[in-house]
């Protein structure tokens, strides 16, 4: 019998920032419900192409059930092997997986019908958004943010709709 190619030495220490350290990496203000409901926490996960931090998502949860997810996303670097094709349907099919709404096989969830005309609030401005329907859940993109490149899209339960599409851009600092 031959030696092995490679000996590993111990366990290996998978380190997962913390909400801090993810917020200051991102170093850019982040989509947030402006003021979440009573007993709504969240948890921020995170997405990179290539090493670049290009997705954020504050994964909002009642009673440990996923209501809502804004994700706050920016451009990735020209140059870059991935970019990013993340659309309000693809997060859309993602949050009913993830829910549990439907069955995670599915790859993308059918629409109930074309988008209709809604409105997120940012910062209490009103914005003009199409919204997508499928499950009982709703999806849209807020494709420019104020003062930085990037976009939101903002994905929910119906019954939790008005309280996730009322929005804030949060510093770093703020998590």
Known sequence: MGKP???DTGPRSIRIPTHRETA???GE???????????????????????????LDLNYHLD??????????????????VGSLTTPQSQLSTFLANSDRLDPR???APLDGPPTPGEVLLHGVRVPVEVNHSHGCRSALVPRLPSQQG??????????????TDLALRPPAAF
């Open 29 to 55: 203000q982040i989509a947030a419900l402006r003021a979440a409901p009573p007993g709504w926490s969240f948890l921020l996960g995170r997405l990179s192409s290539d090493g670049y931090l290009c997705h």
């Open 64 to 81: 440990g059930e996923l209501v809502a997810v804004v994700q706050t996303s920016r451009p990735v670097p020209a140059g870059h092997r």
């Open 24 to 26: 200051e990496e991102w």
């Open 5 to 7: 190619l490679f000996r």
């Open 106 to 108: 599915t790859h993308l």
């Open 151 to 164: 976009c939101v899209i903002v994905t929910a339960a119906t019954e939790h709709w008005a309280a996730a």
